[in-house]
C-alpha cells in the first residue's frame, strides 16, 4: 500500500514553460486536494475534486488547471509558468470513514 | 468555511505536558475540529479529530470546550521529535473544501 504518491519530487522550469504534477493513490478514495506552501506559510487549497469527473477550485486556482478522469489519479498542469509558482506542491487524499487526510511528500517547484 | 484563530509560535520543555489552544468562535453544529502537525518540510500528519466529546488516542488528547468555540490539543510528554506546526481545521466533511490556517510553530526543548 503506496499512499499517495508524488511525481516529480524536485522541478525547475523557465517562465513560460509547462508541465504536469502527478498524483497517484490506491486507496480507493474519492476525494483529492492540492495545496500549494510557500516558504513558512501554511497551505494553501489549489484545487480538490470529490470524485472522478468532478473538480473545484481552492482557494489559489489561478494558474492551475487539474483533471479527475480515474479515482486514482488526479494531477495539476501549469501551463505556463511563472516565478510566483515556486512553492512546495503537496497532494492530499481523504478517507471517508474518519476525515483523515493522507498526504503525499510533496513536489518541490522552482520557476526561473 | 469557519476560521480558526491559533497562537504563532509556543514553547515547551521536553517531557512537560505541550498545550496547543486554538478558537473557533464561528464553528458550525456539523463541523469537526481536526488537528494536524508538519514536521519540517514534509507532508502534514494527522493527529486526532473531534466532534464534542474529548478525544484520546496514541497521539494527543483533544479537548473541547462545551460551547466548541475552542479546543486544546495536549501532547502529554512532549519530545523533541514533536517539534513541528500544529494545525487546527474545523471541517464539515463530505464536499466541503478543507482549508488550513498558518499554525502554531511548537518548539520543544531540552
Known amino acids: 500500500n503506496a499512499g499517495v504518491t508524488q511525481t516529480p519530487k524536485f522541478q525547475v522550469l523557465k517562465t513560460g514553460q509547462s508541465m504536469t504534477l502527478q498524483c497517484a493513490q490506491d486507496m480507493n478514495h474519492e476525494y483529492m486536494s492540492w495545496y500549494r506552501q510557500d516558504p513558512g506559510m501554511g497551505l494553501r487549497l489549489i484545487h480538490y475534486?470529490?470524485?472522478?469527473?468532478?473538480?473545484d477550485q481552492g482557494e489559489v486556482p489561478n494558474g492551475y488547471n487539474v483533471s479527475r478522469s480515474t479515482t486514482e489519479d488526479f494531477p495539476l498542469r501549469l501551463l505556463s509558468a511563472a516565478p510566483s509558482q515556486t512553492s512546495v506542491y503537496f497532494c492530499?487524499?481523504?478517507?471517508?470513514?474518519?476525515?483523515?487526510?493522507?498526504f503525499g511528500e510533496g513536489s518541490r517547484l522552482t520557476v526561473l | 468555511d469557519a476560521k480558526t484563530t491559533q497562537p504563532t509560535s509556543m514553547d515547551c520543555a521536553e517531557g512537560r505536558a505541550a498545550n496547543l489552544p486554538c478558537n473557533h468562535s464561528?464553528?458550525?453544529?456539523?463541523?469537526?475540529v481536526y488537528w494536524y502537525r508538519q514536521i519540517h518540510s514534509q507532508g502534514p500528519q494527522y493527529i486526532i479529530h473531534?466532534?464534542?466529546n474529548n478525544e484520546t488516542n496514541e497521539m494527543a488528547s483533544l479537548i473541547i470546550t462545551e460551547d466548541r468555540k475552542s479546543s486544546t490539543l495536549i501532547l502529554p510528554h512532549a519530545t523533541l521529535r514533536d517539534t513541528a506546526v500544529y494545525y487546527c481545521?474545523?471541517?464539515?466533511?463530505?464536499?466541503?473544501?478543507?482549508?488550513f490556517g498558518t499554525g502554531t510553530q511548537l518548539k520543544v526543548e531540552l
Open positions: 492530499a487524499s481523504r478517507g471517508t470513514s474518519t476525515g483523515e487526510l493522507f
Open positions: 475534486s470529490v470524485g472522478a469527473g468532478i473538480t
Open positions: 473531534g466532534l464534542k
Open positions: 464561528t464553528i458550525s453544529g456539523n463541523e469537526y
Open positions: 481545521i474545523v471541517w464539515a466533511g463530505g464536499g466541503n473544501k478543507l482549508t
